[in-house]
């Protein structure tokens, strides 16, 4: 099992900033991919962004974040992190950690379609992020 534990959530104003963050333990060597995940209330769960940690630098980042997040690996300390730059009225959700293990080509297929949720299998339990005008 691998457990997750999101943070750094909060209240900032638009054109703030953020960083998450969701540290994993456990089965560490089970989560090669991670992603981030965001709710808002009475919306389907979108992907935001996605890092293969397996290697070859694979990364992807949904339409709605591109140019404004920025997904890093810690290694040392099995932490992910979601920078979040220029947050609009439109970015506030729960924001979630997910991992799961996949092929190189299970990430590149990631990279070309973009995310879906049922492909992970290891949650945390969220932390909110609201923005004011």
């Known amino acids: 099992q691998v457990q997750l534990v999101e943070s750094g959530g909060g209240s900032v104003q638009a054109g703030g900033s953020l960083r998450l963050s969701c540290a994993a333990s456990?089965?560490?060597?089970?989560?090669?991919?991670m992603a981030w995940f965001r709710q808002a209330p009475g919306e389907e769960r979108e992907g935001v962004c996605f890092?293969?940690?397996?290697?070859?630098?694979?990364?992807y980042y949904a339409d709605s974040v591109k140019g404004r997040c920025t997904i890093s690996h810690d290694n040392a300390n099995n932490t992910v992190y979601l920078q979040m730059n220029s947050l609009k009225t439109e970015d506030p959700a729960m924001y979630y950690c997910?991992?799961?293990?996949?092929?190189?080509?299970?990430?590149?297929?990631?990279?070309?379609?973009?995310?879906?949720?049922?492909?992970?299998?290891?949650w945390g339990q969220g932390t909110q992020v609201t923005v004011s005008s």
């Open positions: 997910a991992a799961t293990e996949m092929t190189a080509i299970q990430a590149l297929s990631v990279v070309t379609w973009g995310l879906d949720r049922n492909d992970f299998d290891y």
């Open positions: 890092m293969y940690t397996g290697g070859a630098g694979l990364t």
């Open positions: 456990g089965y560490t060597s089970r989560s090669n991919s």
